[in-house]
Nanobody
C-alpha cells in the first residue's frame, strides 16, 4: 500500500503561482509513476502532469504545457507541481496519483492505483 498526502493548495489571483507537494509513504517502489490530476466543478477529472520517479518520462496536458512543471525527484518519495501563470480555468481539486510502471495512457485516471485526498486550488480574476 502507498499513502499519498498533498499540500500547497490555496487561493491565488490570475497570473499568480502555486506549488503543490505530494509525499508518498508505505511500500514505495522505484518503478513508481507519480503525478497530478485535477477536477474542476462540473467537469471530468483531467490528467495534468505525470512523471517517472526513476527515468525520463513526463506527461503534461496540453492545457498546462509551458505553465506547469513537475520537477524530477530521482529516488525521492515526494513529487511537486509548480504552477505558474495560473488561469481561472485551473481552478479545481488537485489529486496526487501513483502507480507502478509507466501507463499506456498516462492521462487516463483508471491507470492509477493510488490517490490522495485532494487539495483545492482556486484562481480568481
Amino acid at each position: 500500500q502507498v499513502q499519498l498526502v498533498e499540500s500547497g493548495g490555496g487561493s491565488v489571483q490570475v497570473g499568480g503561482a502555486l506549488r503543490l507537494s505530494c509525499a508518498a509513504s508505505g511500500q514505495f517502489d522505484i518503478r513508481n509513476v507519480m503525478g497530478w490530476f485535477r477536477q474542476a466543478p462540473g467537469k471530468e477529472r483531467e490528467g495534468v502532469a505525470v512523471i517517472q520517479i526513476v527515468g525520463s518520462r513526463i506527461f503534461y496536458a496540453d492545457s498546462v504545457k509551458g505553465r506547469f512543471t513537475i520537477p524530477q525527484v530521482n529516488f525521492g518519495n515526494t513529487v511537486y507541481l509548480q504552477m505558474n501563470s495560473l488561469k481561472p480555468e485551473d481552478t479545481g481539486v488537485y489529486y496526487c496519483v501513483a502507480t507502478t510502471g509507466w501507463p499506456f495512457r498516462p492521462h487516463d485516471e483508471n491507470a492509477y492505483r493510488y490517490w490522495g485526498q485532494g487539495t483545492q486550488v482556486t484562481v480568481s480574476s
